[in-house]
Protein backbone atom coordinates (compact mmCIF):
# COMPACT_ATOMS: atom_id res chain seq x y z
CA UNK A 1 0.00 0.00 0.00
CA UNK A 2 0.89 3.79 -0.58
CA UNK A 3 3.52 4.82 2.24
CA UNK A 4 4.07 8.30 3.22
CA UNK A 5 7.05 8.76 5.45
CA UNK A 6 7.66 12.16 8.11
CA UNK A 7 10.58 13.23 9.62
CA UNK A 8 11.38 13.50 12.30
CA UNK A 9 8.51 12.09 14.66
CA UNK A 10 9.24 14.23 17.49
CA UNK A 11 11.16 17.46 18.49
CA UNK A 12 11.96 20.17 20.69
CA UNK A 13 12.99 23.30 19.93
CA UNK A 14 13.86 26.73 21.89
CA UNK A 15 11.56 29.36 21.22
CA UNK A 16 12.57 31.88 18.22
CA UNK A 17 14.62 28.76 15.97
CA UNK A 18 13.09 27.12 13.56
CA UNK A 19 12.37 23.91 12.51
CA UNK A 20 11.85 21.92 9.22
CA UNK A 21 9.36 18.71 8.79
CA UNK A 22 10.12 16.49 5.83
CA UNK A 23 7.15 14.50 4.06
CA UNK A 24 8.13 11.98 1.36
CA UNK A 25 5.70 9.32 -0.46
CA UNK A 26 7.84 6.63 -0.72
CA UNK A 27 6.01 4.26 -3.09
CA UNK A 28 3.90 6.86 -5.41
CA UNK A 29 4.27 10.17 -6.85
CA UNK A 30 2.37 12.98 -5.26
CA UNK A 31 1.28 16.17 -7.47
CA UNK A 32 -0.45 17.35 -4.18
CA UNK A 33 0.38 17.01 -0.07
CA UNK A 34 -1.40 18.49 2.40
CA UNK A 35 -0.23 19.66 6.23
CA UNK A 36 -2.58 19.45 8.78
CA UNK A 37 -2.08 20.29 12.67
CA UNK A 38 -3.95 18.88 15.37
CA UNK A 39 -4.13 20.20 19.21
CA UNK A 40 -4.89 17.55 22.01
CA UNK A 41 -8.81 16.21 21.50
CA UNK A 42 -9.53 18.54 18.66
CA UNK A 43 -9.78 17.56 15.32
CA UNK A 44 -7.46 18.01 12.00
CA UNK A 45 -7.02 21.62 10.82
CA UNK A 46 -5.68 21.55 7.31
CA UNK A 47 -2.68 24.11 7.18
CA UNK A 48 -1.80 24.49 3.78
CA UNK A 49 -2.32 22.32 0.04
CA UNK A 50 1.20 21.69 -1.39
CA UNK A 51 1.56 21.54 -5.13
CA UNK A 52 4.61 20.13 -6.71
CA UNK A 53 6.48 22.91 -8.54
CA UNK A 54 4.43 25.66 -7.74
CA UNK A 55 3.34 28.02 -4.33
CA UNK A 56 1.47 26.61 -1.62
CA UNK A 57 -2.02 27.04 -0.79
CA UNK A 58 -2.96 28.43 2.37
CA UNK A 59 -5.67 28.00 4.75
CA UNK A 60 -7.26 31.10 6.27
CA UNK A 61 -5.83 32.08 9.18
CA UNK A 62 -2.33 30.51 8.64
CA UNK A 63 0.56 32.71 8.06
CA UNK A 64 2.60 32.02 5.02
CA UNK A 65 6.21 33.99 6.06
CA UNK A 66 5.44 31.29 9.51
CA UNK A 67 4.88 28.56 7.71
CA UNK A 68 7.29 27.72 4.91
CA UNK A 69 6.27 25.10 2.83
CA UNK A 70 8.62 23.82 -0.21
CA UNK A 71 7.46 20.91 -2.62
CA UNK A 72 10.31 20.52 -4.73
CA UNK A 73 9.47 17.03 -6.00
CA UNK A 74 6.99 14.65 -7.00
CA UNK A 75 8.08 12.52 -3.66
CA UNK A 76 8.70 15.55 -1.11
CA UNK A 77 7.26 18.13 0.52
CA UNK A 78 8.92 19.89 3.80
CA UNK A 79 7.18 22.26 5.97
CA UNK A 80 9.42 25.01 7.89
CA UNK A 81 8.34 26.21 11.09
CA UNK A 82 10.45 29.68 11.47
CA UNK A 83 10.80 31.64 14.23
CA UNK A 84 8.81 28.98 16.56
CA UNK A 85 7.11 30.20 19.93
CA UNK A 86 5.65 28.21 22.78
CA UNK A 87 2.28 28.34 21.07
CA UNK A 88 3.31 26.43 18.02
CA UNK A 89 3.90 22.85 19.81
CA UNK A 90 1.43 20.91 18.28
CA UNK A 91 1.06 17.57 16.15
CA UNK A 92 1.57 18.21 12.81
CA UNK A 93 0.76 15.77 10.14
CA UNK A 94 1.45 15.37 6.40
CA UNK A 95 -0.48 13.31 3.74
CA UNK A 96 -0.23 12.71 0.24
CA UNK A 97 -2.38 11.28 -2.85
CA UNK A 98 -1.33 9.78 -6.20
CA UNK A 99 -2.13 11.66 -9.13
CA UNK A 100 -5.23 9.75 -10.03
CA UNK A 101 -8.17 10.46 -9.27
CA UNK A 102 -10.22 9.17 -6.23
CA UNK A 103 -7.09 7.94 -4.55
CA UNK A 104 -7.68 8.30 -1.11
CA UNK A 105 -5.18 10.49 1.69
CA UNK A 106 -2.60 8.55 3.01
CA UNK A 107 -0.74 10.48 6.17
CA UNK A 108 2.35 10.12 7.46
CA UNK A 109 3.00 9.12 11.05
CA UNK A 110 3.19 12.92 11.99
CA UNK A 111 5.63 15.37 13.80
CA UNK A 112 4.95 16.11 17.60
CA UNK A 113 6.72 19.66 18.39
CA UNK A 114 7.55 20.90 21.45
CA UNK A 115 8.69 24.47 21.67
CA UNK A 116 9.99 25.40 24.61
CA UNK B 1 -20.05 26.15 3.82
CA UNK B 2 -19.34 22.39 2.56
CA UNK B 3 -20.05 20.73 5.96
CA UNK B 4 -19.18 16.74 7.40
CA UNK B 5 -21.28 16.03 10.91
CA UNK B 6 -20.61 13.26 12.63
CA UNK B 7 -21.33 12.87 16.32
CA UNK B 8 -18.79 13.34 18.61
CA UNK B 9 -19.34 10.16 21.21
CA UNK B 10 -17.88 8.68 23.18
CA UNK B 11 -20.03 5.82 21.67
CA UNK B 12 -19.57 2.61 24.20
CA UNK B 13 -19.94 -0.75 22.32
CA UNK B 14 -19.78 -4.19 23.93
CA UNK B 15 -17.43 -6.20 22.78
CA UNK B 16 -18.22 -8.62 19.97
CA UNK B 17 -20.84 -6.34 19.42
CA UNK B 18 -21.35 -3.99 16.21
CA UNK B 19 -20.40 -0.79 16.42
CA UNK B 20 -22.07 1.78 14.07
CA UNK B 21 -20.66 4.94 13.19
CA UNK B 22 -22.61 7.50 11.24
CA UNK B 23 -21.81 10.74 8.93
CA UNK B 24 -23.55 12.98 6.93
CA UNK B 25 -22.39 15.50 4.26
CA UNK B 26 -23.97 18.50 2.81
CA UNK B 27 -22.03 18.78 -0.66
CA UNK B 28 -24.25 16.95 -3.30
CA UNK B 29 -21.74 16.66 -5.78
CA UNK B 30 -19.38 14.49 -3.65
CA UNK B 31 -17.90 11.55 -5.29
CA UNK B 32 -15.64 9.93 -2.43
CA UNK B 33 -16.10 9.00 1.09
CA UNK B 34 -13.40 7.56 3.15
CA UNK B 35 -13.07 6.19 6.61
CA UNK B 36 -10.19 6.56 8.66
CA UNK B 37 -8.62 5.40 12.36
CA UNK B 38 -7.24 7.62 14.34
CA UNK B 39 -5.72 6.44 18.04
CA UNK B 40 -4.79 8.61 20.79
CA UNK B 41 -1.61 10.86 19.90
CA UNK B 42 -1.44 8.92 16.26
CA UNK B 43 -2.03 9.89 12.73
CA UNK B 44 -4.92 8.69 10.93
CA UNK B 45 -4.96 5.54 9.49
CA UNK B 46 -7.39 4.49 6.24
CA UNK B 47 -9.73 2.04 6.41
CA UNK B 48 -12.73 2.29 4.10
CA UNK B 49 -12.83 3.90 1.06
CA UNK B 50 -16.03 3.28 -1.16
CA UNK B 51 -17.54 5.51 -4.23
CA UNK B 52 -20.53 3.78 -5.29
CA UNK B 53 -24.10 3.31 -3.44
CA UNK B 54 -24.63 0.17 -1.21
CA UNK B 55 -22.40 -1.33 0.81
CA UNK B 56 -18.66 -2.25 0.90
CA UNK B 57 -17.21 -4.75 2.92
CA UNK B 58 -13.45 -5.73 3.86
CA UNK B 59 -13.53 -7.91 6.74
CA UNK B 60 -15.16 -6.50 9.62
CA UNK B 61 -15.70 -3.69 8.10
CA UNK B 62 -18.60 -2.93 5.78
CA UNK B 63 -19.27 0.70 4.65
CA UNK B 64 -22.26 2.05 3.78
CA UNK B 65 -22.93 4.84 1.22
CA UNK B 66 -26.67 6.48 0.32
CA UNK B 67 -26.01 9.43 -1.90
CA UNK B 68 -30.15 10.09 -1.64
CA UNK B 69 -29.91 10.86 2.07
CA UNK B 70 -26.73 12.08 2.06
CA UNK B 71 -25.21 9.60 4.06
CA UNK B 72 -22.02 6.88 4.63
CA UNK B 73 -21.68 4.73 7.88
CA UNK B 74 -18.83 2.07 8.83
CA UNK B 75 -20.13 -0.99 10.48
CA UNK B 76 -17.52 -2.69 12.50
CA UNK B 77 -18.37 -6.44 13.38
CA UNK B 78 -17.18 -8.37 15.96
CA UNK B 79 -15.81 -5.37 18.27
CA UNK B 80 -12.23 -5.84 20.27
CA UNK B 81 -10.45 -3.40 22.70
CA UNK B 82 -8.41 -2.42 19.59
CA UNK B 83 -10.73 -1.00 17.76
CA UNK B 84 -11.28 1.84 20.21
CA UNK B 85 -9.99 5.16 18.36
CA UNK B 86 -11.59 7.74 16.84
CA UNK B 87 -12.97 7.06 13.52
CA UNK B 88 -12.64 10.04 11.07
CA UNK B 89 -15.43 10.50 8.08
CA UNK B 90 -13.97 12.10 5.12
CA UNK B 91 -15.84 13.62 1.87
CA UNK B 92 -14.11 14.31 -1.50
CA UNK B 93 -16.38 16.26 -3.32
CA UNK B 94 -16.06 16.45 -7.38
CA UNK B 95 -12.59 18.67 -8.15
CA UNK B 96 -12.28 19.55 -4.13
CA UNK B 97 -10.20 18.97 -1.36
CA UNK B 98 -10.96 16.38 0.85
CA UNK B 99 -13.70 17.59 3.91
CA UNK B 100 -12.95 15.78 7.32
CA UNK B 101 -16.03 14.93 9.63
CA UNK B 102 -14.78 15.73 13.36
CA UNK B 103 -14.46 12.36 14.28
CA UNK B 104 -16.42 9.97 16.68
CA UNK B 105 -14.41 8.23 19.45
CA UNK B 106 -15.49 4.62 20.03
CA UNK B 107 -14.89 2.84 22.88
CA UNK B 108 -15.40 -0.90 22.54
CA UNK B 109 -15.80 -2.12 26.28
CA UNK B 110 -14.43 -5.83 27.47
Known amino acids: GAVVSQHPSRVICKSGTSVKIECRSLDFQATTMFWYRQFPKQSLMLMAT?????????EQGVEKDKFLINHASLTLSTLTVTSAHPEDSSFYICSAKATEYNSPLHFGNGTRLTVT | QKEVEQNSGPLSVPEGAIASLNCTYS??????FFWYRQYSGKSPELIMF????GDKEDGRFTAQLNKASQYVSLLIRDSQPSDSATYLCAVEPLREKLTFGTGTRLTIIP
Open chain 2, 27 to 32: DRGSQS
Open chain 1, 50 to 58: SNEGSKATY
Open chain 2, 50 to 53: IYSN
